[in-house]
């Protein structure tokens, strides 16, 4: 029996992203650099072999341009060849793992300290898969923000043997990161949610353990100074900070 033929059933906005991504690198050849490079050499020796007469001073700054010809060409070389993999299994890849995204859709929740005297900090977990503090997250489910906000507020209430309560949409990111299971850059599509709880005994210490998973608050500035959150994790960092929740 044959293997069906996979259908891919894209949002323009999401193929609009992957290539404008990626614009650098489609249709440019192994002579990309090269044009700029022997422009600039030609443009240096023209400058150097013609007669200024009483204005041979106007050579040296001429002369500039042509360098700066010939550093452009390098550096696009260099550009080049570090992603020279993209190409056409490249982009069906990408477009591929944007048509299947919508199955690894993750919403994030921002839980602040809001009961202590550290409202600037968020609560997060140690991620064994990740090896990495991250937000609290779920499975993006449902098929709207109602039901997906019962979800959030379910499972928060299950780990964290708390209530929880204004559960509210913030906004969204289509984006892409190196994946660590994978081993690859994926595309996701992350939603970011505010949520509030109720504190109890162990929620207002620092760090805390719930049926093996440990917690901690920390705050945005202290996330940027710990370089494995940073490494594996800066993209969603930013996003949290720019938007100022």
Request: hydrophobic share 35%.
């Amino acid at each position: 029996m044959k293997d069906k033929k996979k259908k891919l059933l894209l949002d323009e906005t999401e193929v609009k992203f992957i290539l404008e991504k990626n614009r650098d690198y489609i249709g440019h050849k192994f002579i990309f650099g090269f044009d700029s490079i022997i422009a600039g050499m030609g443009y240096v020796v023209t400058i150097f072999l013609s007669d200024f007469k009483d204005y041979n001073w106007l050579k040296y700054p001429l002369s500039v341009i042509g360098i700066v010809y010939l550093i452009w060409g390098m550096y696009n070389i260099c550009r080049y060849y570090k992603n020279k993999h993209f190409n056409k299994d490249t982009l069906y890849k990408q477009l591929e793992d944007i048509n299947y995204m919508e199955n690894s859709e993750h919403s994030i929740i921002l839980i602040k300290d809001d009961f202590n005297q550290n409202p600037n900090k968020f609560l997060v977990y140690q991620d064994p898969r990740w090896d990495c503090r991250l937000f609290v997250n779920f499975h993006t489910c449902g098929n709207n923000e109602a039901e997906n906000i019962d979800n959030i507020k379910q499972h928060v209430e299950q780990e964290l043997k708390t209530k929880s309560d204004n559960c509210a949409f913030l906004f969204d990111k289509l984006h892409s990161k190196f994946s660590v299971s994978a081993k690859r850059e994926k595309y996701y599509h992350h939603k970011f949610y505010r949520l509030s709880i109720e504190a109890n005994s162990d929620i207002q210490k620092q760090s805390f353990t719930i049926d093996g998973k440990t917690y901690y608050w920390m705050s945005i500035a202290e996330m940027e100074n710990d370089k494995n959150i940073m490494r594996k994790n800066s993209d969603i960092i930013s996003f949290v900070k720019e938007s100022n929740v």
